[in-house]
């Protein structure tokens, strides 16, 4: 029970909010990275998943099982093998390795939310001659907006809680509490910085909930 | 400065046979790790949704439990638990059992709710009691079910053992740090990194066969 | 309708906004663009920051015996400087494993011969940097040509296997003289505890036997080879900043982030002893790795202008 009251303590001290090596510096760097990554992410497999998805192209269902594949990949390995490319041990090589663990969530949903928009709707407005480019745009997309909201708010999770790995070999963000700590036997660092990133994972976990809810259509046919 | 210039390729055969007992202890280390891991979780997940299955609040408790085990970030939780069991299979076997618990509970629970109702009331009409009908019904019945949350726990925590390493037993993650020290030697961690790759496939491979194997009535 | 997919993209702009300042660093570190450079310079300690730092083995004092004392004292007394630097050169540039490296060294030199009387299990730490893991598969490889049952366990640093050694989780560790007797100081006398180790090897030697033994740790015969602690900085930053030794770091008007492994801060020969014996102060510190492939990876990128490396390093350049 002391180490909770420690770690209190810890949370409660101005001085570890200050500076580089802060808790509002490595935040920061946490959420740039975060943003970058699943941005990213999103530029990546957005555009896929929805021409696959509109299309409900065979194709689209082994880029889904492939996407899903890399949920095999050990994180440590992904990170450290990009570190050792050209991208060098600077963010670049943490973005990339953290942008293809953003990349699965945000595809399967996408792409599930477009080939799962009912199908009437779709002929209904086809009927009303909309051009397939515009049956993308004004019906299936907004009603797959609810899915895609729900596959970013997983991959950004996701990507919140991989970052604090990073720290370990190099990176930024978080983490580095939890490595220092754990360096120095210094276990009260250690866990306040397991609760800083639990307490972040949350926060995003909840304001993106919030998002989703926000862009659900009230009249939408749920897939 | 040319002599300071080490080669670094990719993929290096005399690599691979020079370290072929390295990489298969290590292997074998990471077998060891995910096996019992995914084996504790099942061990305590089975019971503990059976116990809680009808109960909402006590089901709702115990997948917020489960939940709250899965958002402590693992370098934490390893770091944590290593001043109390050491540097020992044993702590990177807890850290690895407790992230298995969120997916193989609900999985239980899903599998034991799918059950459904009429043969649920035959079994009582045959006179089965409630441990047998566990036994002989309903748990065969979720097996599915509860072979793909077994699925998903096995293959991610073949990738999450390698996080093991900060408590010296990472199995593979052993070979991919041994290359990052070894002056980011490529073909050492690429080497590391798809074999955990393979492994993980390897495992789901199995496993969807043993599931196709005791759950005969699914493939129709 | 429009305005929930405008919301939906909105956001994922707004993270794409993140892109821009990741890729220029502006937050995350003081990039010094004239620090960085692809060839690496040991600065010279002139003020003696660092003690002796000689290779020995430390072993718990429940399985010490004569035989295990035996075996390792045959590599210490056959392992020199320059013997330690080309086995770092073998694995950090030539790409032999530790394991390879150690095996080849003990057969040319011939240390497995007249060896014999282990029995048992012995488990030999390797820290978390290639040298460490070369030695302990040294003391491995001794081990077991007299008869022991030796491994080698890959550990991280020592703040987390000192203690591990002493309950028994590891049972020999490759050890450095100087640094192991100020961690041993500051643990059993506090912090601020008055230095015991010194440039005074056997003066040293006997202050860290008598603050191991009460730790039921037993200390062996030293070795001839030394690594102690050594900063770098790259050589288009010395040559910049008209730098040959530690002390000439005093007058750079730019910002300094020094790099090195977590534990660096609260290390007195690290981050404590540059400020207080050359009075230099940082602006930051990077948590990268113990000499190793991390930091002189910042230091070339310029993310640290100062980066802590080992003296029996293989790969660094010279002035």
Redesign the interface.
């Given at each position: 029970m002391s180490l909770v009251a420690d770690v209190l303590v810890w949370l409660g001290d101005k001085a570890h909010y200050r500076g580089d090596d802060g808790v509002l510096h490595r935040l920061a760097v946490h959420l740039e990275v975060t943003g970058a990554a699943v941005g990213i992410a999103c530029l990546v497999a957005l555009p896929t998943a929805v021409w696959l998805g509109h299309r409900r192209s065979r194709v689209g269902g082994l880029v889904v099982s492939a996407a899903n594949a890399t949920r095999a990949l050990p994180v440590f390995g992904v990170l450290i093998v990009l570190a050792s490319t050209s991208l060098g041990t600077t963010n670049k090589s943490a973005v990339a390795g953290l942008a293809l663990f953003a990349v699965p969530p945000l595809l399967t949903n996408a792409y599930v939310g477009l080939r799962d928009v009912d199908p009437d709707v779709v002929e209904a407005a086809r009927g009303n001659g909309m051009s397939g480019a515009q049956v993308l745009r004004a019906v299936e997309l907004p009603l797959a907006v609810p899915l895609i909201a729900a596959g970013l708010r997983t991959s950004v999770v996701q990507v919140i809680a991989t970052a604090t790995l990073s720290a370990y070999v190099g990176g930024g963000g978080l983490g580095q509490f939890i490595n220092e700590g754990f360096g120095r036997g210094d276990q009260v660092e250690t866990a306040a910085g397991g609760v800083l990133v639990a307490a972040l994972a949350l926060a995003a976990e909840l304001l993106l909930a919030g998002v989703q809810r926000l862009v659900t259509p009230r009249t939408a046919t749920r897939p | 400065m040319h002599h300071l210039d080490a080669p670094n390729p990719w993929f290096s055969a005399s690599f691979l046979q020079q370290n072929k007992d390295f990489l298969w202890s290590a292997t074998r280390e990471h077998l060891v790790l995910v096996g019992l891991s995914v084996a504790f979780g099942l061990l305590l997940a089975v019971p503990l949704s059976v116990l809680v299955q009808g109960h909402r609040r006590w089901s709702a408790l115990l997948v917020q439990t489960t939940g709250v085990l899965y958002t402590i970030p693992s370098l934490a939780l390893f770091a944590l638990l290593e001043p109390v069991t050491g540097l020992t299979v044993t702590t990177a076997v807890i850290g690895l059992t407790s992230y298995t618990l969120l997916v193989l509970v609900r999985n239980v629970l899903a599998g034991l709710e799918g059950v459904p109702e009429e043969v649920l009331e035959s079994a009582r009409g045959m006179g089965l009691g409630r441990w047998r009908t566990l036994v002989t019904v309903e748990l065969p019945l979720a097996m599915p079910t509860i072979l793909a949350g077994v699925r998903v726990a096995t293959v991610s925590n073949v990738a999450l053992a390698t996080v093991g390493i900060v408590v010296s037993h990472g199995g593979l993650g052993q070979v991919i740090f041994q290359g990052l020290y070894a002056n980011f030697y490529r073909a050492e961690i690429l080497t590391g990194t798809l074999l955990c790759v393979l492994l993980a496939g390897a495992a789901e491979l199995v496993l969807l066969g043993l599931e196709r194997l005791l759950t005969p009535w699914t493939r129709r | 309708?429009?305005a929930?997919?405008l919301?939906?993209v909105g956001?994922?702009a707004?993270?794409?906004?993140?892109?821009s300042?990741?890729?220029n660093?502006k937050?995350?570190?003081?990039k010094d663009s004239s620090s960085k450079g692809?060839?690496l310079v040991v600065l010279a300690d002139d003020l003696k920051l660092q003690t002796v730092d000689n290779i020995v083995p430390v072993v718990r004092t429940a399985k010490a015996s004569p035989a295990l004392e035996a075996a390792l004292d045959k590599v210490s007394s056959a392992l020199t400087t320059p013997d330690l630097i080309a086995l770092n050169q073998a694995?950090?540039?030539?790409?032999?494993?530790?394991?390879?490296a150690a095996q080849k060294y003990v057969s040319d030199k011939g240390l497995t011969s007249g060896l014999s009387g282990g029995k048992g299990k012995i488990v030999v730490g390797a820290a978390?940097?290639?040298e460490s893991?070369t030695l302990a598969n040294l003391y491995a490889d001794v081990l077991k040509a007299a008869g022991f049952d030796a491994s080698v366990?890959?550990?991280?640093?020592r703040?987390?296997?000192e203690?591990?050694l002493e309950?028994g989780?590891?049972d020999v560790f490759p050890e450095y003289v100087g640094t192991l007797t100020e961690f041993l100081n500051k643990k059993a006398n506090g912090a601020n505890a008055a230095p015991k180790a010194s440039g005074d090897l056997d003066a040293t030697v006997s202050a860290l036997k008598g603050l191991a033994g009460p730790r039921g740790l037993t200390v062996y015969t030293p070795s001839a080879a030394a690594d102690q602690n050594a900063f770098a900085v790259t050589k288009n930053f010395a040559k910049a900043n008209n730098l040959t030794k530690l002390s000439d770091l005093k007058n750079v008007k730019t910002k300094l982030v020094l790099g090195g492994?977590?534990?660096c801060?609260?290390r007195p020969f690290c981050e404590p002893g540059l400020e207080k014996t050359y009075g230099l102060t940082f602006?930051?510190?990077k948590?990268?790795?113990a000499g190793?492939?991390?930091t002189k990876?910042?230091l070339k990128?310029g993310?640290v202008q100062v980066g802590l490396v080992f003296s029996s390093d293989g790969?660094?350049?010279s002035l």
């Open positions: - | - | 309708m429009r929930r997919t919301a939906a956001i994922a707004a993270l794409l906004a993140g892109c300042d990741s890729s660093g937050t995350t570190s003081l692809d060839v694995v950090d540039v030539a790409r032999q494993t530790s394991v390879a978390n940097f290639s893991a366990k890959s550990v991280t640093n703040e987390v296997y203690p591990a309950k989780d590891l492994p977590p534990e801060p609260t602006a930051s510190f948590s990268l790795d190793g492939p991390l990876a910042a990128d993310s790969s660094l350049g």
